[in-house]
Nanobody, 123 residues
């Protein structure tokens, strides 16, 4: 399956953005889709994940309470609603897939990486 991320842009501190990750084909219920981000000079960081079948979600500590991950089964799409954005949220955001739990945070375990969408938050 191919994943295509979109929805990035430039906002000011406190603003909101919604990212989308569209899958090229049906997602199986055992699959979890996740968002990661990577800022220049930094390691790729886990942001959030959702299991396609159970809808269980898991968030990285730095975004908990500000970001919400959700899915639209009919559209094979995962969303990341980002509120109260901060300059430190500036990064290239990627989506990826894993078979199994949404609680795995290491990017090494994920596959089907999309091309990324840039989010820039200015102060």
């Amino acid at each position: 399956v191919q994943l295509q991320a979109s929805g990035g842009g430039s906002v000011q501190t406190g603003g909101s953005l919604r990212l989308s990750c569209a899958a090229s084909e049906r997602i199986f219920s055992s699959t979890s889709l996740a968002w990661f981000r990577q800022a220049p000079g930094k390691e790729r960081e886990f942001v959030a994940a959702i299991n396609w079948g159970s809808r269980s979600t898991f968030y990285g500590q730095s975004v908990k309470g500000r970001f919400t991950i959700s899915k639209d089964t009919a559209k094979n799409t995962v969303y990341l609603q980002m509120n109260s954005l901060k300059p430190e949220d500036t990064a290239l955001y990627y989506c990826a897939a894993i078979t199994g739990s949404p609680y795995i945070t290491s990017p090494d375990n994920y596959r089907n990486w999309g091309q990324g969408t840039q989010v820039t938050v200015s102060s």
